[in-house]
């Protein structure tokens, strides 16, 4: 696997943020639509000069967002019975049951902020206290310290209480950590897989939608497009749950995968993907590879071969990338997942591996980079053909490790068919063939806050 292929510039940890201006144009045409009683409008809360304590101010989660608190009640600060963590008020909140905190452009952001910051709060808190003896009193006393001894005592156990805030710098790097230690103790994984969403066609996901699905499919195509864009939050939600089940029941109990590690990110238009690494057993051990030896590299290329596939089931060309799309009501993505027992598998894996696993086009801003003053395919597409079978060898003149699966189509991602059929959106799905490979990742994203 080229290193290249893995790292993506163009994500990021957290979901899509709002359209500023979209919001603007809606409050516009709001305010200077003539339809509107002037009697029903609210004035806007009041700027004051001394800043709001959010800590202890009632109130101020109504006055922020009036839309979403309209009687002014249940705010975050007020008189409880019993204690209440503030993410589980969040959780609690973007679970209502009609989804209107959810839809809100704007509140999930302002409480995931609220929520990184408190916990920032109370661990320097904690902090403050074991450390209290040593701490230095002043903030530029502190920085003195820092500069002075930055691998001090201080600067190590402030490291490692940033590890507890997600999201963090620290956050990360304790993940890229916890990878290190995998790679260590069990050796370089099997395999790197990358799975995508299918959010405009699941149907398990749009089943959680609160509208009614309409009947016309047309009209249904514009319904789950809308749905992806109204309820960011069950999306993601649901992309965990998928993911989740999928890693326990179908890499792990299916494929027997003895570790994983792994990270959702969500690209620039809000669509989630999952990628990570997998030790799977019965994996040929890739660091104590003899790479001179016949025999060893032929049973570990049998062992790709089983799991490893670029074969396009369609042998005719013109016959490959079919619009299903067009077809509202055809696309695969559209099976049921309870109802896959009941369908043609050969040609649900043609379908689908036409649909969604072809890299059919190189786009700027998407995959292409400079490289060299010319424009390539970070993913290296189109690959070269093997019709006569897979390869599995060291490069004698850089030393790099090579698989080559059997190919016989130049633009079909490598994926595993079952995984391929049973997850049901784009797969890519690489042997890991050195260390380097992981230990470049680890270095260039893994820590990416
Ligand atoms: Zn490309």
């Not at 997998?278 to 994996?283: D, F, H, N, T």
């Not at 013109?318 to 055809?330: G, K, M």
């Not at 292409?368 to 060898?393: E, I, Q, T």
């Not at 799905?429 to 990742?441: C, D, F, I």
Request: with cysteine.
């Amino acid at each position: 696997m080229d290193e290249e292929n893995i790292i993506n510039h163009t994500t990021s940890m957290a979901s899509k943020p709002p359209n500023a201006r979209r919001e603007m144009e809606l409050i516009h045409a709001w305010v200077n639509n003539p339809n509107v009683d002037p009697g029903s409008l609210i004035d806007w809360p009041g700027i004051g000069a001394s800043p709001i304590n959010e800590y202890v101010t009632e109130g101020l989660l109504d006055m922020a967002f009036p839309t979403l608190f309209p009687d002014g009640q249940c705010d975050w600060i007020e008189p409880r019975i019993r204690r209440v963590h503030l993410h589980e008020f969040v959780k609690h909140l973007l679970r209502y049951r009609d989804h209107h905190f959810g839809r809100h452009p704007r509140f999930r952001y302002y409480m995931m902020n609220m929520i990184m910051r408190h916990r920032a709060q109370n661990s320097s808190a904690m902090f403050v206290k074991k450390s209290l003896q040593e701490m230095p009193i002043t903030i530029n006393e502190l920085r003195e310290h820092m500069e002075n001894i930055p691998h001090s005592h201080l600067a190590d156990r402030l490291m490692r209480f940033g590890t507890t805030l997600r999201g963090t710098r620290s956050y990360w790097a304790k993940c890229r950590a916890e990878l290190f230690d995998l790679l260590h103790q069990i050796g370089t994984p099997t395999i790197f897989f990358n799975l995508s969403a299918a959010n405009m066609y699941w149907p398990d996901l749009h089943a959680l939608m609160p509208r009614t699905q309409p009947t016309n499919p047309q009209e249904a195509q514009k319904w789950r497009r809308q749905n992806i864009i109204d309820y960011p939050h069950i999306v993601a939600y649901y992309m965990h749950l998928r993911y989740t089940m999928f890693r326990k029941e179908i890499l792990q109990k299916g494929m027997k995968a003895k570790d994983y590690w792994s990270r959702y990110e969500w690209q620039h238009r809000g669509s989630p993907h999952v990628h990570g690494f997998i030790w799977l057993e019965g994996a040929p051990n890739i660091d104590n590879l003899d790479w001179k030896n016949h025999d060893e590299l032929k049973h570990a290329k049998k062992y790709f071969d089983s799991i490893i596939h670029a074969w396009n089931p369609r042998g005719d060309p013109h016959q490959r990338n079919i619009q299903v799309l067009q077809n509202f009501t055809q696309h695969p993505c559209l099976q049921n997942t309870q109802q896959l027992n009941q369908i043609d598998l050969t040609r649900d894996y043609e379908e689908l591996l036409n649909c969604v696993e072809r890299h059919t086009m190189c786009k700027e801003g998407a995959c292409l980079r400079k490289k060299r003053g010319r424009m390539v395919c970070r993913y290296n597409a189109p690959w070269p053909l093997h019709l006569d079978g897979s390869k599995l060898f060291e490069d004698p003149a850089t030393g790099d490790k090579v698989y080559e699966p059997a190919r016989n189509d130049d633009r079909v991602n490598t994926h595993n068919r079952n995984i391929l059929q049973l997850w049901r959106a784009n797969v890519d799905w690489q042997p890991v063939l050195s260390r380097h490979v992981v230990m470049n990742y680890i270095a260039k994203y893994a820590a990416k806050a």
